[in-house]
Nanobody, 119 residues
């Protein structure tokens, strides 16, 4: 069984910072990429950032220059450093990790962590 555990969400004022963490555990043969998605009330879930095992990254245009994704491969952990936060960043953030296990290919989602940006 593969599990993702997220942490780091909370309430922050505009212009503030938060750091999200997501750790994968279980019987995993390999992980190619890890990513962060978010979903705000009334909106569809969207990709925020993604990083491959080789360190290649992709960001949504709305967060470029403010958010940074990184990973610790030996620990199977991905991070999202969020700076200069805006009210429009308010959403539930989900970690997503495609993995290879003894059962084959599987996409795993974290439980979600709420980020609220408000004064």
């Amino acid at each position: 069984q593969v599990q993702l555990v997220e942490s780091g969400g909370g309430l922050v004022q505009p212009g503030g910072s938060l750091r999200l963490s997501c750790a994968a555990s279980g019987s995993i043969f390999s992980i190619y990429a890890m990513g962060w998605y978010r979903q705000a009330p009334g909106k569809q879930r969207e990709l925020v950032a993604r990083i491959t095992s080789g360190g290649s990254t992709n960001y949504a245009d709305s967060v470029k220059g403010r958010f940074t994704i990184s990973r610790d491969n030996p620990k199977n952990t991905v991070y999202l450093q969020m700076n200069s936060l805006k009210p429009e960043d308010t959403a539930v953030y989900y970690c997503n990790v495609p993995v290879i296990t003894h059962q084959g290919y599987l996409e795993v989602w974290g439980q979600g962590t709420l980020v609220t940006v408000s004064s």
